[in-house]
């Protein structure tokens, strides 16, 4: 979904990595550094990863939050699940990969 919302620039300058989740903080921030090349700066709205990373010497960055009431996953997956106006909520390469797996029924049948 990032990869489709994002400008041809942006995508020549940005690499996206998986990381699994290891339901361990400092297990999670260790498996970093084995999947991602060197990185000066971590990205977090997380206080336990911020506080880890920066402890293994990493400049730490919080992000604030921005409409945090209507712009949280659980909110526009509410809205979807409804039918409600939830695609002016998210970038319109988001919208269409939501569309081709059938998000909107997928939703329904989950609540």
Request: include cysteine; proline fraction near 5%.
């Amino acid at each position: 979904m990032i990869e489709s919302s994002i400008g041809p620039a942006d995508s020549r300058r940005i690499r996206i990595f998986y990381i699994p989740d290891l339901e361990d903080h400092a297990r999670w921030v260790e498996s970093l550094g084995l999947i991602v090349p060197p990185y000066g700066a971590v990205f977090t709205n997380d206080e336990t990863t911020g506080r880890i990373c920066a402890g293994r010497g990493s400049e730490v960055v919080t992000v604030p939050f921005t409409r945090r009431d209507e712009l949280s996953g659980t909110e526009i997956r509410a809205k979807i699940a409804r039918g409600g106006d939830w695609r002016r909520l998210v970038p319109a390469g988001t919208a269409g990969i939501l569309d081709d797996i059938g998000a909107e029924g997928r939703l329904r049948g989950a609540l």
